[in-house]
């Protein structure tokens, strides 16, 4: 039931870290002729609630004589706490707000909300670890190829030589063949009588 009037005042509370069924708030009183602890007029059940946005944690106590003035206090690392049987003193961060003074009717019940306040307070003063910083992937080795890549000569391989075959019917003429078509010539007597029948002829027309 608290826990849902909470969130009525306050949506970002996301949990009640801890509670105590009652306590009666004190200020510290330190102007004029008699300083001292006055109440604040604010008696109630006192609530360390955690929100999901800063500040992170907070002091509530929740004021059952009026049900308006509620003690709301930001946790900070600037706290300074003090405690003795019974009672909870602290100073907030501001110095112009007064010295805080929480009475318990129990005891064991100040002892449990000192030690959690005491490691709230801890945790704020800690400094934040550092997150890890994201390593992008490494990128693919790409070996840089020259502008012009010369390429390797390549040395044409002597071919043999290839005699074409002759074709049916065709006479291949060499040397050897001309002499000896020559030779048969010169055996051939009609073919010498020609010969010397040119030769005559040519003669006499000289």
Request: glycine share 4%; aromatic share 6%; with cysteine.
């Amino acid at each position: 039931m608290e826990y849902q009037t909470l969130v009525q005042g306050d949506s970002q509370i996301e949990q009640v870290v801890i509670q105590s069924k009652f306590v009666v708030a004190y200020h510290l009183q330190q102007e004029g002729p008699t300083p001292g602890w006055r109440k604040a007029n604010i008696e109630g059940p006192v609530f360390v609630v955690r929100r999901s946005t800063p500040p992170r944690y907070q002091l509530i106590v929740k004021n059952h004589q009026d049900g308006t003035s509620d003690l709301v206090d930001d946790l900070h690392p600037d706290w300074e706490m003090d405690c003795q049987s019974k009672y909870i003193f602290y100073k907030v961060e501001d110095p112009s707000k007064k010295i805080r003074g929480l009475w318990f009717h129990e005891d064991s019940e100040r002892i449990r909300v000192e030690k959690l306040l005491e490691n709230l307070l801890q945790e704020l003063r800690s400094p934040p670890a550092p997150q890890p910083v994201p390593v992008p992937p490494a990128a693919p080795q790409v070996q840089a190829m020259p502008a012009h890549q010369p390429q390797a000569p390549t040395h044409a391989q002597p071919q043999p030589a290839v005699t074409p075959a002759p074709a049916p019917g065709s006479v291949t003429i060499t040397p050897a063949t001309v002499r000896a078509a020559l030779h048969r010539l010169a055996d051939d007597d009609n073919f010498l009588r020609t010969i010397m029948d040119h030769l005559a002829k040519a003669q006499a027309a000289g």
